[in-house]
């Protein structure tokens, strides 16, 4: 029976939820972040403020290497983000190669390191159309192989994999949770664009759950 779990808490909306659904079914919970050179680095200023106030277990690596040997991706080389919603074509942009993969490793590794019987980490049904790291049959696979990569079997799960935004939000909602306390847009200024793939599916979220994001944007919303 799984007990302690390893969240990989991005400072997103997604994985904030993530976090404190773990708390609310009373595991232990050790928060893995990283920063992997994204422009919005801002979600990992999130990530440690929250981990603090619930004093938690917090670890953020630093794997920004990874990007020398995988370029292209919006989020981490010199390429505009696309505005849009992930339905369209421009998102795949967006796709970091083979980060979930790596991600997944790493957190497999601190997990036996603290005795965790899971991982769990974001993905859901609203990604699968733009990120192959974040399918089912992704999933599938990785909890396979990391249930014998080690003399300790560690599970990989993704708790939201077929719910999309809307309804990740309403959980979260129902918890109780303040939602200032995440940053979502791809873009790293001071506020959030309210353009890119990521602030759009947020902002409809909310909208499904006629609520309205405590976050400010440089558009109107």
């Given at each position: 029976?799984?007990?302690?779990?390893?969240?990989?808490?991005?400072?997103?909306?997604?994985?904030?939820?993530?976090?404190?659904?773990?708390?609310?079914?009373?595991?232990?919970?050790?928060?893995?972040?990283?920063?992997?050179?994204?422009r919005h680095?801002?979600?990992?200023?999130?990530?440690?403020?929250?981990?603090?106030?619930?004093?938690?277990?917090?670890?953020?690596?630093?794997?920004?290497?990874?990007?020398?040997?995988?370029?292209?991706?919006?989020?981490?080389?010199?390429?505009?983000?696309?505005?849009?919603?992930?339905?369209?074509?421009?998102?795949?942009?967006?796709?970091?190669?083979?980060?979930?993969?790596?991600?997944?490793?790493?957190?497999?590794?601190?997990?036996?390191?603290?005795?965790?019987?899971?991982?769990?980490?974001?993905?859901?049904?609203?990604?699968?159309?733009?990120?192959?790291?974040?399918?089912?049959?992704?999933?599938?696979?990785?909890?396979?192989?990391?249930?014998i990569a080690?003399?300790?079997?560690?599970?990989?799960?993704?708790?939201?994999?077929?719910?999309?935004?809307?309804?990740?939000?309403?959980?979260?909602?129902?918890?109780?949770?303040?939602?200032?306390?995440?940053?979502?847009?791809?873009?790293?200024?001071?506020r959030a664009?309210?353009?890119?793939?990521?602030?759009?599916?947020?902002?409809?979220?909310?909208?499904?759950?006629?609520?309205?994001?405590?976050?400010?944007?440089?558009?109107?919303?």
């Amino acid at each position: 029976m799984t007990d302690t779990v390893v969240v990989i808490y991005s400072g997103g909306m997604d994985s904030f939820t993530l976090l404190h659904r773990a708390l609310a079914r009373g595991l232990r919970v050790h928060a893995l972040s990283f920063d992997y050179g994204q422009r919005h680095v801002r979600e990992l200023a999130c990530a440690r403020q929250v981990c603090q106030a619930l004093a938690i277990p917090h670890k953020v690596l630093d794997i920004r290497a990874m990007s020398e040997v995988m370029s292209g991706s919006s989020l981490t080389s010199d390429i505009d983000v696309p505005e849009g919603h992930y339905e369209e074509e421009s998102m795949k942009a967006t796709v970091v190669p083979n980060r979930n993969m790596i991600l997944l490793s790493l957190a497999t590794g601190y997990a036996v390191t603290v005795g965790a019987q899971a991982v769990w980490y974001g993905a859901h049904g609203g990604d699968h159309a733009i990120y192959p790291d974040c399918r089912p049959e992704f999933v599938e696979k990785m909890d396979a192989v990391c249930r014998i990569a080690n003399y300790e079997p560690v599970a990989i799960e993704a708790p939201f994999m077929h719910m999309d935004k809307g309804q990740i939000l309403a959980e979260g909602l129902k918890l109780g949770l303040d939602y200032r306390h995440t940053w979502t847009c791809y873009n790293g200024r001071e506020r959030a664009c309210g353009r890119c793939g990521s602030c759009v599916e947020r902002l409809e979220a909310f909208a499904a759950n006629g609520v309205r994001d405590p976050l400010e944007y440089e558009v109107p919303v």
